[in-house]
């Protein structure tokens, strides 16, 4: 995890301006100074997750008492995947099937559930992952082990939000359903046989009400039990598998 961390503005700066996939900075509370400015200005236009800590955060980072020597108040953490650009990850789906499926995550942000949907993704067939920059699991270590490895197989793109990728689905003939407990629909009677991309959202909130708004369907898992309600990773593994069931 170490080789993911990069310290200093300008090897932050430099890294940022040469394309590097940069998955989260970390800004020392209180940090100020033309060059700290124009940084996090770049960090925000490229949609790069900012956060503000204590200095003792970055000084554990860097490995102690030499850390802030080193880290000069910043710390990125670099992504230890590339992520895929929506189009090239779209336009590749559908040169290996007319019927892709994609899964959107809107703010499930617990690493575990993200390794675990990939993992499923990978084995139902799916065709990737989309991610929001913001409110989204970053993409770590431990994700990568609860994926069994699928988020180094399977295309996972990362966008601003999920309203633009939701909007270029669509017009690529995409029909976006929307895994939701309040549908009166069950997943069984919504098509999931053509182009699809499934939205799941987080435990705690579910899908916002901006995402929803796009969606064109609503599916809903049947239910027995009275807890009422399903782990997101084993809800997405559900709808996907269902979409697989469709297709065969």
Same mark, same amino acid.
């Given at each position: 995890?170490?080789?993911?961390?990069?310290y200093?503005?300008?090897?932050?700066?430099?890294?940022?301006?040469?394309?590097?996939?940069?998955?989260?900075?970390?800004?020392?509370?209180?940090l100020?100074?033309?060059t700290?400015?124009a940084?996090?200005?770049?960090?925000?236009a490229a949609?790069?997750?900012?956060?503000f800590? %204590?200095?003792?955060?970055?000084?554990?980072?860097?490995?102690?008492?030499?850390? %802030? !020597?080193?880290?000069?108040?910043?710390?990125a953490?670099l992504?230890?995947?590339?992520?895929?650009?929506?189009e090239?990850?779209? &336009?590749r789906a559908?040169?290996?099937?007319?019927?892709?499926v994609?899964? =959107?995550l809107?703010?499930?942000?617990?690493v575990?559930?993200?390794?675990?949907? !990939?993992?499923?993704?990978?084995c139902?067939?799916?065709?990737?992952?989309?991610?929001?920059?913001k409110?989204?699991?970053a993409?770590?270590?431990?994700?990568i082990?609860?994926?069994?490895?699928?988020?180094l197989?399977?295309?996972?793109c990362?966008?601003?939000?999920?309203r633009?990728?939701? =909007?270029?689905?669509?017009?690529?003939?995409?029909?976006?359903v929307a895994?939701?407990?309040?549908?009166s629909?069950?997943?069984?009677?919504?098509?999931?046989?053509?182009?699809?991309?499934?939205?799941?959202?987080?435990?705690?909130?579910?899908?916002?009400?901006?995402?929803?708004?796009?969606?064109? &369907?609503?599916?809903?898992?049947? $239910?027995?039990?009275e807890?009422?309600?399903?782990?997101?990773?084993?809800?997405a593994?559900? $709808?996907?598998?269902? !979409?697989?069931?469709?297709?065969q």
């Amino acid at each position: 995890m170490e080789n993911n961390y990069l310290y200093g503005l300008r090897p932050v700066a430099e890294a940022l301006s040469s394309g590097k996939k940069i998955e989260k900075v970390f800004f020392k509370q209180g940090l100020e100074g033309e060059t700290f400015r124009a940084l996090l200005s770049d960090l925000e236009a490229a949609g790069v997750t900012v956060q503000f800590v %204590p200095g003792v955060k970055l000084d554990k980072l860097c490995g102690g008492g030499k850390g %802030p !020597a080193r880290h000069q108040g910043v710390v990125a953490y670099l992504a230890p995947i590339d992520y895929v650009p929506l189009e090239e990850m779209v &336009e590749r789906a559908l040169a290996r099937s007319e019927a892709p499926v994609f899964v =959107m995550l809107d703010g499930v942000s617990d690493v575990r559930n993200l390794g675990a949907i !990939a993992r499923s993704a990978e084995c139902a067939g799916a065709s990737g992952v989309i991610l929001p920059a913001k409110g989204g699991a970053a993409i770590n270590a431990e994700g990568i082990k609860a994926s069994a490895g699928a988020l180094l197989r399977i295309d996972t793109c990362k966008c601003q939000n999920l309203r633009l990728p939701i =909007m270029f689905l669509k017009d690529k003939g995409f029909r976006i359903v929307a895994a939701s407990e309040k549908s009166s629909k069950l997943m069984y009677d919504v098509d999931l046989k053509g182009p699809v991309a499934i939205v799941m959202g987080s435990e705690g909130r579910g899908i916002s009400d901006s995402v929803l708004a796009l969606c064109d &369907e609503r599916a809903r898992i049947p $239910m027995a039990g009275e807890i009422g309600s399903l782990n997101v990773s084993i809800a997405a593994a559900l $709808m996907m598998f269902e !979409a697989l069931r469709q297709r065969q």
